[in-house]
């Protein structure tokens, strides 16, 4: 239903910060609920955090990370701080038309409809 285009990734060093940005064609953006997920090699896609009229966020970025949004722009972002090579992974965004939940109740992938396809963050020395 929306096209989703990451950006931002890149190498950083342990310590660092980046910030990811997803932009979104859709022209009712403003009513979806947006979320960023990661993959690691030869691990799961794990939930990272969700914005919606909220947010919320995995216990593994709370107090690094901090999704936001800007609706005129149709872009949700996801500041990244104090960045850990376990947080190596490609990092991919999602939308979820039910913007009337939560961010608590988008935490899984079965919960957003559609990805985009991804950018590579890496963290290292």
């Known amino acids: 239903q929306v096209q989703l285009v990451e950006s931002g990734g890149g190498l950083v060093q342990p310590g660092g910060s980046l910030r990811l940005s997803c932009a979104a064609s859709?022209?009712?953006?403003?009513?979806?609920?947006m979320g960023w997920f990661r993959q690691a090699p030869g691990k799961e896609r794990e939930f990272v955090a969700a914005?919606?009229?909220?947010?919320f966020y995995a216990d593994s970025v709370k107090g690094r990370f901090i999704i936001s949004r800007e609706n005129a722009k149709n872009t949700v972002y996801l500041q990244m701080h104090r960045l850990k090579p376990e947080d190596t992974a490609v990092y991919y965004c999602?939308?979820?038309?039910?913007?009337?939940?939560?961010?608590?109740?988008?935490?899984?992938?079965?919960?957003?409809?559609?990805w985009g396809q991804g950018t590579q963050v890496t963290v290292s020395s």
């Open positions: 999602a939308a979820d038309s039910d913007y009337s939940s939560s961010a608590y109740y988008h935490r899984t992938t079965a919960d957003f409809g559609s």
């Open positions: 859709g022209r009712t953006f403003r009513n979806y609920a």
């Open positions: 914005i919606s009229w909220s947010t």
